[in-house]
């Protein structure tokens, strides 16, 4: 007991071939390609959405805003 082997892995590739199909798998390649390519972008430009315009202030969070984050809306009901 182990590793798989390579005829483990094939058949394994060949389930997930035939329940996602090759256009889709293609489609997941590509959306993933770009992600990271966006990625590598963001971080080379050090998050700015174009060189030479500088980014938004940070907006600064109240702690009326906090409390209202984490309040819970009941409906409140009388004990019978």
Do not use: C, Y
């Not at 390609?33 to 080379?44: H, N, P, S």
């Not at 430009?45 to 980014?55: H, I, S």
């Amino acid at each position: 007991m182990g590793s798989f082997s390579i005829w483990h892995w094939l058949i394994v590739l060949l389930v997930v071939v035939l329940i996602f199909g090759t256009k889709k798998l293609k489609n997941i390649g590509t959306d993933l390609g770009a992600a990271v390519k966006g990625f590598k972008d963001g971080v080379k430009t050090g998050g700015e959405a174009e060189p030479g315009v500088p980014a938004p202030p940070a907006q600064q969070v109240t702690q009326a805003q906090r409390s209202a984050d984490q309040t819970v809306d009941v409906e409140a009901k009388q004990k019978s």
